[in-house]
T-cell receptor, first 109, second 114 residues
């Protein structure tokens, strides 16, 4: 059974800092890993998708990496802004779709 | 705009009542998923359709829950005899293609059972 954890559970940083969010999983038999952001009371917005054969994906200030052998993915956010404040979730598509619990990010002006 | 709408956005009901939620993808997506999310947790998989066929159901989907996708387009999720533990956000997601598994989510329906 796939288990997904995300560290830290919450993070507060001043504006402009670079930061890394972590996602760990137990079963490397996955099709892809997808990172989402969720604003309070809203649905999920897709940020990046990494196919199982890929190592990383980039979109603007975001960079996500995938290391299946170690069961880890990281989401790197450069030059953080207050508008980045949200919960960030990773999800793995394998036999089922399994989400981590999320990292709640606050970027302070 | 993810191309997925959900209705209603909020629903308050009394324990024991039945409720039905609807998910409408704007364009044709052959795969459609339902998830449940409680406060502070990630979404939990409930069920999955490929076109009109319901291919997988989670153990979370008790016999009080039923989902349909009659024409392979919109989908409904019904909860019978609601319980307070059913209070959650119910999310619908769609995916294109046969191999990408990239999901796009609707805004969700927040259910409160009093």
């Amino acid at each position: 059974k796939q288990e997904v954890t995300q560290i830290p559970a919450a993070l507060s940083v001043p504006e402009g800092e670079n930061l890394v969010l972590n996602c760990s999983f137990t079963d490397s038999a996955i099709y892809n890993l997808q990172w989402f952001r969720q604003d309070p009371g809203k649905g999920l917005t897709s940020l990046l998708l990494i196919q199982s054969s890929q190592r990383e994906q980039t979109s603007g200030r975001l960079n996500a990496s995938l290391d299946k052998s170690s069961g880890r993915s990281t989401l790197y956010i450069a030059a953080s802004q207050p508008g980045d404040s949200a919960t960030y979730l990773c999800a793995l598509a394998g036999q089922n779709f399994v989400f981590g619990p999320g990292t709640r990010l606050s970027v302070l002006p | 705009d993810t191309g997925v709408s959900q209705d209603p956005r909020h629903k308050i009901t009394k324990r024991g009542q039945n409720v039905t939620f609807r998910c409408d993808p704007i364009s044709e997506h052959n795969r459609l998923y339902w998830y449940r999310q409680t406060l502070g947790q990630g979404p939990e998989f409930l069920t999955y359709f490929q076109n009109e066929a319901q291919l997988e159901k989670s153990r979370l989907l008790s016999d009080r829950f039923s989902a349909e996708r009659p024409k392979g387009s919109f989908s409904t999720l019904e909860i019978q005899r609601t319980e307070q533990g059913d209070s959650a956000m119910y999310l619908c997601a769609v995916a294109l293609g046969a191999s990408t598994y990239e999901q796009y989510f609707g805004p969700g329906t927040r259910l409160t059972v009093t």
